[in-house]
């Protein structure tokens, strides 16, 4: 019974280390934050590539993220230092989303790429996001370029720049809307895909 309860003992030790380390890497970790400021309270910020939220609360365990849906996501402050993080509210925050859209092979390429340029340069929350020297370079306000010349499809790309990361994602959602809309008046073809399906017939 004696080594048993050393062997309890010592697995309780073992469990009480590692819960102390992780609490010690989590307040160094929240006072690097602190003292670097890769974000602060109202950032949104991306992390893995993938989630993205704003910064509610930071402490010196973790940090509390409130995403679109306004869930709270609680990150320990060692996990989110170690991770690959995007802040949209560093430095300017200007943005630019490409908006990519693929047309038939038999589709009048210019013309789409005419009609991409025209909404983006007439929705309100478009902004001139040419540098000066771009300007005096004669570089047109709004970009648009065939990408890819893809299996079923001529594949399109426009840029376009909002003043900030949520503008931006309106803007996107708008011109998605609007462009397919001008496509379909101009009957400009957006393939999908086709699947042909074969019966066999047993005798």
């Given at each position: ?13 073992l469990i009480a280390g ?113 540098s000066t020297e771009d ?69």
């Amino acid at each position: 019974m004696g080594h048993s309860l050393l062997a309890g003992a010592g697995v309780l030790s073992l469990i009480a280390g590692l819960a102390s380390q992780q609490a010690l890497s989590n307040i160094m970790s929240g006072i690097l934050i602190v003292i670097f400021k890769p974000f602060r309270i109202n950032d949104k910020i991306t992390i893995r590539g993938s989630f993205t939220g704003t910064v509610e609360d930071i402490n010196l365990r973790q940090v509390v993220i409130r995403d679109f849906e306004n869930n709270r996501i609680i990150v320990p402050n060692s996990v989110i230092s170690s991770d690959l993080l995007v802040n949209a509210h560093i430095g300017e925050e200007k943005n630019c989303r490409m908006i990519d859209i693929g047309i038939g092979y038999s589709s009048n390429v210019e013309r789409a790429l005419e009609i991409m340029k025209e909404e983006v340069a007439n929705h309100p929350l478009h902004i001139d996001g040419r540098s000066t020297e771009d300007i005096d370079n004669n570089v047109p306000l709004v970009t648009a370029r065939v990408t890819a010349l893809g299996d079923s499809s001529v594949n399109l790309r426009v840029w376009a720049w909002a003043k900030d990361s949520s503008d931006g994602y309106v803007m996107m959602c708008d011109l998605l809307q609007s462009i397919k809309k001008r496509f379909d008046t101009e009957y400009i073809e957006i393939p999908f895909p086709q699947r042909t399906i074969t019966y066999s017939k047993n005798d």
